[in-house]
Structures are given as structure tokens and as C-alpha cells.
């Protein structure tokens, strides 16, 4: 099994930026692409970004492309999601996930989540 945790969440103004981490544990060989979504109130789960591996690749929301930047550090087990020029409509629990898979969008293909944590963006 893998265990994610993330940390880094809180309350910033709008245009404030916050860093997210999710630190994988366990049977982590197991794991390949990594990726962050979100669940707003009242919402459904939706995807931010994902990140293969080797990090050499990733991909964005439309939502949040050129303000939020993922990145990962294989030597510490751990996945970033640094996110700039926040907006309230980013107000929501972010999800760390895992996958085995190389590059996914698709909540299903992850195989293991953490249990989030909250962001909130005043305006």
C-alpha cells in the first residue's frame, strides 16, 4: 500500500499564492505519475494537474494553467503544487493521488489518494 499525506493548505486573500506538499510512504516503487485535484462545495471531484515520474512532463487544467506549477522530488517521496495569483473559485479541498499509471487526468485511473486538505481564498 502507499500512504499520501498533504500539508501546506489555509486561508489567503485573493492573488495570494500557497504551496501544497503530499508526502508518499510505503510501497512507493509501486507509484509512477502523481497528480493534485479538487473538490469545491456542492461539487464533483475535478482534476488540476498530474506529473509523470520523471517529471519531465506535466499537464494543467485549463483552470489553472500558467498560475499553478506541479513539481515532485523522488529522493523525498514528495509531489508540490505551488499555486500563484489564487482566485476564490480555487477555494476548495485539494486531493493528493497516485497512480501506476504514467500521465492521467481521469480520476479512476489513481490508484491511491490522500484525504485532502482545505484552501480558501478570500476575496
Known amino acids: 500500500q502507499v500512504q499520501l499525506v498533504e500539508s501546506g493548505g489555509g486561508l489567503v486573500q485573493a492573488g495570494g499564492s500557497l504551496r501544497l506538499s503530499c508526502a508518499a510512504s510505503g510501497r512507493t516503487f509501486s507509484i509512477s505519475g502523481m497528480g493534485w485535484f479538487r473538490q469545491a462545495p456542492g461539487k464533483e471531484r475535478e482534476f488540476v494537474a498530474t506529473i509523470t515520474r520523471s517529471g519531465a512532463s506535466t499537464y494543467y487544467a485549463d483552470s489553472v494553467k500558467g498560475r499553478f506549477t506541479i513539481s515532485r522530488d523522488n529522493a523525498k517521496n514528495t509531489v508540490y503544487l505551488q499555486m500563484n495569483s489564487l482566485k476564490p473559485e480555487d477555494t476548495a479541498v485539494y486531493y493528493c493521488?497516485?497512480?501506476?499509471?504514467?500521465?492521467?487526468?481521469?480520476?479512476?485511473?489513481?490508484?491511491?489518494w490522500g484525504r485532502g486538505t482545505q484552501v480558501t481564498v478570500s476575496s
Open positions: 493521488a497516485a497512480t501506476s499509471g504514467s500521465f492521467e487526468i481521469v480520476a479512476g485511473r489513481y490508484n491511491y
